[in-house]
């Protein structure tokens, strides 16, 4: 399989994204909101530059970047077709600053700054500018719009996990006795990049042995051996948006003794967090439903980490799936289902899938098959 025998790509849906953005800073008491965050304004105007910010006002917008993105930036705006919708400033950081200090000015009120984003200097830098207009946090207000993906969303995340699923398929075999975790973890970013990934969706995770108890662990030298389970945790990036999966597999066969308790755990644990899903569900439910499988089998202590993660253009973002999670679950939300067992000098093992809430369940984006034998 390569990229070129999967569909063409729906176009991006960001225009209109302003818009629904505006009623939610209305609501956390701010007018103007100064977007410092990468993927918020990528997600906002389309521009995909290393460095860019973006001003939103009641009525308009600014896009603020560098030189060396003139020709990108102009090009992404338009092809988002929001190019009459947001002024875009191309110039130095001062020139930058300055651009937006005045726009903020002009468009008066209250100013919100991406708390979570933006560093206290960052911040004394802006306040200082701004004198005598004081801005204050903001928190999630353009995550919260990104919970819920569109088609053009959607079908990048498909195809980047459609790209996993070829690549692990391509390398699979060399999951066998004498092979070393980097080596795997090598041939898997190879496959994704020939199979037309932009890049790998985080660093890949390949653990064997005694090393699978760590659930980030980094590929080493360790040779598998005969009954190792090795846990492969991997994903693939498609114009920004990324997949991820776990598959855990045991070299040389079925596992046996304390470890074939731990799959059989595992599986089940996975199998009733998919079940669970559906719109309406508090999040934490999904991870109570894995949790009290693992806990009724006896592995309680070693489920360590949150059930899943939101995915989209971070790979880890809301909702959270986890312990105590209070957000709720509606259809075109993506995230994941990972319970893991592990146990330190034996061995871990981890199962996840990504999948789309839909109206009446979840449908999997990530489809390699979960037999064990390696």
């Known amino acids: 399989m390569s990229a070129l025998d999967l569909p063409g790509l729906p176009p991006p849906q960001v225009a209109g994204r302003l818009a629904r953005l505006r009623p939610r800073m209305a609501d956390a008491g701010v007018d103007q909101l100064l977007v410092t965050s990468t993927v918020n304004v990528r997600y906002l105007t389309g521009f995909s530059g290393s460095a860019g910010i973006v001003l939103v006002t009641a009525q308009d917008a600014l896009l603020a970047t560098d030189g060396r993105y003139r020709t990108q930036a102009a090009e992404q705006l338009r092809f988002a077709g929001i190019d009459g919708e947001v002024e875009l400033v191309v110039g130095g950081a001062q020139l930058q600053r300055e651009a937006v200090a005045d726009a903020v000015r002009r468009g008066g009120g209250r100013l919100g700054l991406e708390a979570e984003h933006v560093t206290w200097a960052g911040m004394q830098r802006w ?104 846990v492969v945790d991997f994903g693939a990036t498609v114009e920004g948006y990324r997949s991820d999966m776990t598959r855990t597999f045991c070299v040389g066969g079925e596992p046996t003794g304390r470890l074939a308790a731990v799959f059989a755990a595992v599986a089940e644990a996975q199998a009733a967090g998919l079940r669970a899903i559906r719109p309406g569900l508090v999040a934490g439910e999904v991870d109570r439903a894995c949790r009290d499988v693992v806990g009724a089998a006896g592995f309680g202590d070693a489920f360590e980490h949150g059930t899943g993660h939101g995915v989209g253009l971070d790979i880890h973002e809301a909702p959270a799936v986890g312990p105590g999670s209070t957000a709720i679950l509606s259809a075109g939300v993506v995230v994941t289902v990972e319970p893991g067992v592990y146990l330190p000098g034996v061995g871990g093992v981890r199962i996840e899938d990504t999948v789309v809430v839909t109206d009446d369940g979840c449908r999997l984006v990530t489809h390699f098959p979960k037999d064990l034998a390696a």
Request: hydrophobic share 45%.
């Open 127 to 230: 306040a200082a500018l701004l004198d005598p207009i004081e801005p204050v946090p903001t928190s999630g207000l353009v995550e919260a719009l990104r919970q819920v993906k569109d088609a053009g969303e959607l079908a990048r995340i498909e195809r980047a996990a459609a790209i996993a699923d070829g690549a692990l398929g391509e390398v699979r075999e060399l999951v066998r006795a004498g092979s070393t975790e980097a080596e795997i973890a090598l041939a898997l970013d190879t496959a994704m990049r020939r199979l037309g990934a932009e890049d790998r969706a985080f660093e890949t995770i390949v653990a064997s042995g005694p090393n699978a108890a760590k659930p980030h662990a980094r590929p080493t030298s360790r040779r598998l051996e005969p009954g190792d389970p090795v």
